[in-house]
């Protein structure tokens, strides 16, 4: 023992060292500063509070952080505090200090023989594991770094197994926010510390990327094949980044079967990420003996995204295990993801239910048409009402028919089975609530009876929701999130009026779900007294966070550390008022919070420490330090000025690299400068220069999003290895500029040839570019695995274009292909015919069937399909005119409709006359289903016509519920309607009601209300006007003039392309400045037509998000301030890691 002490003493004192010498633009080396700055941070999010004592360290000024500290006396683990701050004091007795005592970075070639004294890192861990969950979580951030160095440093292997156990889980929270280039992976491991690294790594599979994912991956191939099979799958081109045994090592045999029972295991899920070569290299013994063992099933059961192509050679393989399909069969229950691509035989009753509880999890078309044939199977068994017991989520397979027939007993253990999470039809949920209320649909229900309807709470009407028991209701919190998660918005209005009954507003407030809390009207807020911590703890809408930003500006209680969802009320007024030297923390601490970040707060926050950077020394971007660099915060850095970047030295590229590689670039605007700037910077800094053509992957990965900016001409002088890799990168971009498509798209297929020869596993790679081009997409071959294959990655799109989705409709109403001559796309003939299979496939995919097709629909497949028919909302008239005639053939003339046929109906209502549309028994509770069916005006007034007479309502008693379950549909009450409607409902109402889509006469009417109820436009608030919403587009050219500039960026996105372009130009130059991207994207070709040159610039400047460069008040670069001024006037973040900073 003594021997392996001395040894770990020595590996430590060895990783230290290694950690201090400089990381210029070296890839693969983590960041430790920033690492233990994010462990801290996480800390802090999870309630912990900084220990006083290690915020009185003399070691570092922990004081720096600004994170809340205990005021109460320490914990009973103080004295482990006290210890393990000693330690960490003698750890650092070698190294430089400032004046104070603190750890300082030093320029690393002055001091070129210096290391730590880390002799205490294992003291630091024990303590650790025995000290309290807060104190340790600061332990670790700081512990955390240095253990993982550790691990990764030449020769740990000789280190004690309970050493190496303890670094083990010391290091693990370092590893879940490393970025792939960093994740810097132990270059030789021994065989039995794999297993060690390995069980970490599998545990981290949930939080980790799909990039870090592969980077594992590849490295466990490597260990294997080198500790195993005494080779190296590394090929020769990345010799530079191998380890030196490997370079002596002969390259593996592409026959070598190493993917054995042990290697199977090492990998856990990580084999959703092998190649389908990889798994040919598994021998069938132990692939087989694999498949039966209870670490298959484990692991498959974390593995949901399984590609088809990897899916589908897995089954193949394990298929051989077995003599035949129905031996197969009878194992079923271990496929868990796989069975998404299995084909099953046709199976008995029990093996059915088997294979049943598998599919769970599987959303393609395979899959779910697999389920129904499994529910037919099972509910054929002679005893239908056990099977019903066996279905699980399947249930919402049964017709509305089957579940009206069910005994009471088999529908009540259902509701209850089921749950919120289930989604039935409006068939299912009308049989299922009838049964259950006895037809008495507007009862009043206890919470227990309320309770039990949580399966079908989507189909609860608003005269039973009005009746809730508020006190009952409100008294259980629990209760009250389950059965409001899945309320539309009409239903939650109503309910919302239930329980304010009997309840003052501030209780009501502080008891409210999040679904109910978001419909609470500006003027319900205005009552209540709520308290700072109420408000931050919840979410609110944007124009209640408005309203609550401005209460706690006016009232000089604007904390932005706190803020939460509130920050998206704050205004671009508000951050300038942001004092100079309080800029940086609020820009920290806003990008804490980026899901509730506008793209125009982004760039007013930026603006405003940009400013007061530049106060602090005019030519600071062109002398910054890599210090002040990392404290800039990466969503601040990204809205630099193109200028401001360019002039940024060489000797902060390995920060600025850093925060690319980890920029979420969502907060920038498409079209910004700062997006080809930042590119250009970060290739700049990779390259020294201009050469990319000794770029490597590894540098090219350093981009991070960036990559998502290159075009085909930079791609071309990359290495073709470099190019090739970072095209398959590329494929993972959440958009691809639109100049850079075409070329792209052409590089693409010179690189990979014809698409047509693509095999399933390139398609799955790189298919998302090919699905850029429309022509491309039109033309892929009907070969037997695309299908599988573009629904696999139609899922991951962020946009599906109108091409693929025809051509997945041509994929499933036509076989495959087996031959391999016909490599184009087969020709559709349009002698297909709907059928009940392929309707409920396709989907809103429907809306492909041509008319004559339509016309071939048997009565009963019709019948039976019409609820999937009506919701698709976009038919043509000539599509609209076929299936209105098919509904009066299958359900007779409008009078004798009822109301639950016109329900079920959806968006093929619009094929009716504006006559019958009036006399349409519609429900009030079911116009929020068709809002979107793309109605015409004459066609809502008549819709409205028909709610009315069959709903016994008139525009007067119209209370904020109804008014909200109208929707669309409020555009069809005429202008004496709207002047009836009750302002003190519309008030309430408007908040949720603000979507609707109205004629500009219409939304005139309205508007008119709306002055009426909130006074003159030039008064309104940023919350007044996001809470009307489309509203908005109602104002005429005068009042739109009159908007104060800082309610632009609150104007619905929606409510932009309504505008009439002669009012849109109106609209003065800085009012057009201030709408920020996405709402000047939102700006129609007419609307730009009508504006004048000074307009047209400024709504530019709003497209781009471009910021004015702040004027240089400095005659020369000599920085204003003393190096003493700058750090009193700055807020520095502290330097955590001992010697490890040493960059």
């Given at each position: 023992m003594a021997s392996k002490g001395g040894t770990?003493?020595?590996?430590?004192?060895?990783?230290?060292?290694?950690?201090?010498?400089?990381?210029?633009?070296?890839?693969?080396?983590?960041?430790f500063k920033n690492m233990a700055k994010k462990l801290m941070m996480k800390c802090q999010n999870m309630g912990y509070q900084m220990p006083t004592m290690f915020q009185q360290s003399p070691v570092f000024n922990f004081r720096q952080l600004d994170l809340p500290v205990e005021k109460k006396d320490e914990d009973s683990s103080s004295s482990n505090l006290f210890t393990f701050l000693d330690a960490l004091k003698t750890a650092t007795e070698d190294a430089s200090k400032d004046s104070n005592g603190r750890v300082t970075m030093v320029d690393s070639d002055e001091t070129?023989?210096?290391?730590?004294?880390?002799?205490?890192?294992?003291?630091?861990?024990?303590?650790?594991?025995?000290?309290?969950?807060?104190?340790?979580?600061?332990?670790?951030?700081?512990?955390?770094?240095?253990?993982?160095?550790?691990?990764?440093?030449?020769?740990?292997?000789?280190?004690?197994?309970?050493?190496?156990?303890?670094?083990?889980?010391?290091?693990?929270?370092?590893?879940?926010?490393?970025?792939?280039?960093?994740?810097?992976?132990?270059?030789?491991?021994?065989?039995?510390?794999?297993?060690?690294?390995?069980?970490?790594?599998?545990?981290?599979?949930?939080?980790?990327?799909?990039?870090?994912?592969?980077?594992?991956?590849?490295?466990?191939?490597?260990?294997?094949?080198?500790?195993?099979?005494?080779?190296?799958?590394?090929?020769?081109?990345?010799?530079?980044?191998?380890?030196?045994?490997?370079?002596?090592?002969?390259?593996?045999?592409?026959?070598?079967?190493w993917l054995n029972l042990k290697a199977m295991n090492t990998f856990g899920p990580y084999l959703s990420r092998l190649t389908l070569q990889d798994v040919d290299s598994s021998p069938k013994e132990m692939l087989c003996e694999f498949f039966k063992s209870d670490r298959f099933t484990s692991n498959l059961t974390r593995m949901r995204k399984m590609k088809p192509s990897l899916s589908k050679k897995f089954l193949e393989r394990i298929q051989e295990c077995y003599g035949g399909?129905?031996?197969?069969?009878?194992?079923?229950?271990?496929?868990?993801?796989?069975?998404?691509?299995?084909?099953?035989?046709?199976?008995?009753?029990?093996?059915?239910?088997?294979?049943?509880?598998?599919?769970?999890?599987?959303?393609?078309?395979?899959?779910?048409?697999?389920?129904?044939?499994?529910?037919?199977?099972?509910?054929?068994?002679?005893?239908?009402?056990?099977?019903?017991?066996?279905?699980?989520?399947?249930?919402?397979?049964?017709?509305?028919?089957?579940?009206?027939?069910?005994p009471d007993?088999?529908?009540?253990?259902?509701?209850?089975?089921?749950?919120?999470?289930?989604?039935?039809?409006?068939?299912?949920?009308?049989?299922?609530?009838?049964?259950?209320?006895?037809?008495?649909?507007?009862?009043?229900?206890?919470?227990?009876?309320?309770?039990?309807l949580q399966a079908v709470v989507e189909g609860l009407p608003r005269c039973m929701l009005k009746r809730i028991r508020a006190r009952e209701m409100l008294d259980d919190p629990d209760a009250l999130r389950n059965i409001t998660k899945r309320m539309r918005r009409g239903q939650l209005k109503a309910m919302l009026m239930g329980l304010s009954k009997d309840v003052n507003s501030s209780e009501l407030l502080s008891k409210l779900s999040e679904p109910l809390l978001r419909?609470?009207?500006?003027?319900?807020?205005?009552?209540?007294?709520?308290?700072?911590?109420?408000?931050?703890?919840?979410?609110?809408?944007?124009?209640?966070?408005?309203?609550?930003?401005?209460?706690?500006?006016?009232?000089?209680?604007?904390?932005?550390?706190?803020?939460?969802?509130?920050?998206?009320?704050?205004?671009?007024?508000?951050?300038?008022?942001?004092?100079?030297?309080?800029?940086?923390?609020m820009a920290q601490a806003i990008t804490e919070n980026p899901q509730w970040l506008s793209k125009v707060q982004a760039i007013c926050a930026s603006r405003k420490l940009f400013a007061t950077l530049k106060k602090v020394r005019a030519d600071y971007f062109q002398t910054i330090t890599e210090e002040e660099l990392d404290n800039i915060p990466t969503l601040m850095l990204l809205h630099l000025p193109p200028a401001m970047l360019k002039d940024l030295p060489d000797s902060v590229c390995t920060v600025f690299l850093d925060k690319m590689e980890v920029a979420n670039m969502s907060s920038l605007a498409q079209r910004a400068s700062s997006r080809p700037a930042l590119l250009k910077r970060a290739l700049r800094c990779l390259s020294e220069?201009?050469?990319?053509?000794?770029?490597?992957?590894?540098?090219?990965?350093?981009?991070?999003?960036?990559?998502?900016?290159?075009?085909?001409?930079?791609?071309?002088?990359?290495?073709?290895?470099?190019?090739?890799?970072?095209?398959?990168?590329?494929?993972?971009?959440?958009?691809?500029?639109?100049?850079?498509?075409?070329?792209?798209?052409?590089?693409?297929?010179?690189?990979y040839k014809d698409p047509s020869d693509w095999s399933a596993e390139t398609m799955e790679a790189l298919g998302p570019l090919l699905l850029l081009d429309d022509n491309a997409t039109s033309a892929l071959p009907n070969k037997p695995w695309m299908k599988d294959v573009l629904y696999f990655l139609k899922s991951r799109l962020p946009y599906v274009s109108d091409a693929l989705k025809k051509k997945l409709f041509d994929l499933t109403i036509t076989p495959p292909?087996?031959?391999?001559?016909?490599?184009?796309?087969?020709?559709?003939?349009?002698?297909?015919?709907?059928?009940?299979?392929?309707?409920?496939?396709?989907?809103?995919?429907?809306?492909?069937?041509?008319?004559?097709?339509?016309?071939?629909?048997?009565?009963?497949?019709?019948?039976?399909?019409?609820?999937?028919?009506?919701?698709?909302?976009?038919?043509?008239?000539?599509?609209?005119?076929?299936l209105g005639k098919k509904?009066?053939?299958?359900?007779?003339?409008?009078?004798?409709?009822?109301?639950?046929?016109?329900?079920?109906?959806?968006?093929?209502?619009?094929?009716?006359?504006?006559?019958?549309?009036?006399?349409?028994?519609?429900?009030?509770?079911?116009?929020?289903?068709?809002?979107?069916?793309?109605?015409?005006?004459?066609?809502?007034?008549?819709?409205?016509?028909?709610?009315?007479?069959?709903?016994?309502?008139?525009?007067?008693?119209?209370?904020?519920?109804?008014m909200v379950m109208l929707n669309q549909f409020i555009c069809g009450l005429n202008q004496s309607e709207i002047r009836q409607l009750d302002k003190e409902a519309f008030k309430d109402a408007v908040g949720s009601m603000g979507e609707s889509r109205c004629p500009y006469p219409v939304a005139r009417q309205l508007k008119s209300l709306a002055v009426s109820a909130f006074g003159d436009p030039s008064t309104w608030t940023e919350a007044r006007v996001s809470d009307l919403g489309n509203i908005i587009a109602g104002l005429d050219r005068t009042e739109l003039a009159s908007l104060k500039e800082s309610v632009c960026p609150f104007f619905s996105k929606t409510s932009i392309p309504l505008i009439p372009a002669d009012n849109f130009a109106g609209l003065s130059a800085a009012q057009l400045e201030a709408l920020g991207p996405d709402n000047a994207a939102m700006v129609t070709t007419e609307q730009q037509a009508a504006l004048g040159d000074k307009q047209r610039a400024a709504l530019q400047r709003a497209m781009t998000g471009s910021q004015e460069e702040p004027q240089n008040t400095s005659e020369s670069g000599v920085p204003s301030l003393s190096v003493e001024g700058i750090s009193a006037f700055m807020k520095p973040f502290l330097v955590f890691l001992i010697g490890l900073l040493f960059l």
């Open positions: 770990f003493l020595l590996l430590l004192a060895v990783a230290c060292a290694a950690s201090a010498k400089p990381q210029n633009n070296m890839p693969g080396k983590p960041n070129p023989n210096k290391m730590w004294n880390c002799t205490k890192l294992q003291q630091m861990i024990r303590l650790m594991r025995n000290s309290s969950e807060a104190s340790a979580c600061y332990m670790q951030a700081v512990v955390a770094p240095m253990s993982w160095t550790t691990l990764t440093t030449p020769g740990e292997n000789n280190m004690d197994p309970g050493e190496y156990d303890a670094m083990v889980w010391a290091a693990k929270p370092a590893l879940q926010d490393m970025p792939p280039s960093r994740l810097n992976l132990p270059q030789e491991v021994k065989a039995q510390y794999m297993e060690k690294i390995m069980n970490m790594m599998r545990d981290m599979y949930d939080t980790m990327s799909d990039h870090q994912r592969g980077s594992v991956v590849k490295w466990v191939k490597e260990q294997i094949t080198q500790n195993y099979f005494n080779c190296t799958m590394t090929p020769p081109s990345a010799s530079g980044g191998e380890s030196q045994s490997s370079e002596s090592m002969d390259r593996c045999k592409s026959s070598l079967q399909s129905m031996e197969l069969a009878q194992h079923t229950d271990k496929l868990g993801t796989l069975a998404c691509y299995y084909d099953a035989p046709d199976l008995t009753p029990d093996l059915s239910k088997k294979l049943l509880s598998q599919l769970d999890n599987c959303n393609n078309p395979r899959s779910r048409k697999l389920r129904k044939r499994l529910v037919q199977t099972l509910m054929s068994n002679s005893n239908a009402s056990q099977s019903v017991h066996e279905l699980g989520s399947s249930v919402t397979l049964l017709s509305p028919k089957q579940l009206s027939e069910l007993s088999d529908r009540e253990a259902i509701l209850q089975t089921m749950g919120p999470n289930v989604r039935w039809s409006k068939g299912q949920l009308m049989a299922l609530l009838r049964a259950k209320t006895g037809g008495n649909m507007c009862k009043e229900v206890t919470l227990e009876e309320l309770m039990t419909v609470l009207s500006l003027n319900v807020l205005r009552k209540t007294n709520s308290t700072l911590d109420q408000m931050e703890k919840r979410t609110w809408s944007q124009s209640q966070a408005a309203y609550l930003a401005k209460k706690m500006h006016d009232q000089n209680q604007l904390n932005y550390r706190k803020l939460r969802s509130v920050l998206q009320g704050v205004t671009c007024k508000m951050i300038e008022t942001v004092a100079d030297k309080d800029s940086l923390d220069g201009e050469d990319l053509s000794k770029l490597t992957t590894e540098d090219v990965s350093r981009l991070g999003q960036l990559m998502c900016q290159l075009s085909a001409s930079q791609l071309r002088l990359m290495n073709p290895e470099v190019m090739r890799s970072s095209l398959w990168d590329m494929a993972t971009c959440l958009h691809i500029p639109q100049r850079h498509r075409t070329d792209l798209i052409q590089l693409l297929i010179q690189t292909s087996n031959s391999e001559r016909r490599k184009r796309a087969a020709p559709i003939t349009g002698t297909e015919t709907p059928t009940v299979s392929l309707v409920e496939l396709l989907e809103t995919g429907n809306v492909f069937w041509t008319s004559a097709q339509i016309d071939t629909m048997s009565k009963e497949t019709f019948v039976s399909t019409v609820e999937t028919l009506g919701r698709v909302p976009d038919y043509s008239a000539d599509q609209l005119n076929v509904v009066t053939e299958c359900f007779g003339p409008v009078s004798q409709m009822s109301e639950t046929v016109v329900m079920q109906m959806g968006c093929l209502t619009r094929s009716f006359s504006n006559t019958d549309l009036e006399t349409l028994p519609f429900s009030l509770d079911a116009m929020e289903d068709i809002t979107d069916c793309g109605w015409m005006e004459s066609q809502m007034e008549s819709v409205w016509m028909g709610v009315a007479k069959n709903n016994n309502l008139t525009a007067q008693e119209l209370g904020a519920a109804e």
